[in-house]
């Protein structure tokens, strides 16, 4: 069973920056690809980011390309997600996901184990 717990969310002016942190435990997680998800309110979850076992491919979705950038440190079993220039519409819960395999895509079937959520707030 993987655990993953998602941190450095908060409230931030539109034009500022975050970074979340995602730590993992349980599981190999070296061998899993990552990703970060965010539910707005009476939204669906939407893909964010997205990044292979071993960092060789990172995508994002289109709204947020430029902006923000996700890495991983396998050493210390950590997911980031670095938003920078943040907007209003960025305002949602970010949750961490695991899947159990190399690579993966923008499903959130195709993803095995959820964070609890972290929430982030944009103001203008």
């Known amino acids: 069973q993987v655990h993953l717990v998602e941190s450095g969310g908060g409230l931030v002016q539109a034009g500022g920056s975050l970074r979340l942190s995602c730590a993992a435990s349980?599981?190999?997680?070296?061998?899993?690809?990552m990703a970060w998800f965010r539910q707005a309110p009476g939204k669906e979850r939407e893909f964010v980011a997205g990044?292979?076992?071993?960092?060789?491919?990172?995508f994002y979705v289109d709204s947020v390309k430029g902006r923000f950038s996700i890495s991983r440190d396998n050493a210390k079993n950590t997911v980031y997600l670095q938003m920078n220039s943040l907007k209003v519409e960025d305002t949602a819960v970010y949750y961490c996901?695991?899947?159990?395999?190399?690579?993966?895509?923008?499903?959130?079937?195709?993803?095995?184990?959820w964070g609890q959520g972290t929430q982030v707030t944009v103001s203008s």
């Open positions: 996901a695991a899947a159990t395999s190399y690579y993966s895509g923008r499903r959130s079937s195709e993803y095995n184990y």
């Open positions: 990044i292979s076992w071993n960092s060789g491919s990172t």
């Open positions: 349980g599981g190999t997680f070296s061998r899993y690809a």
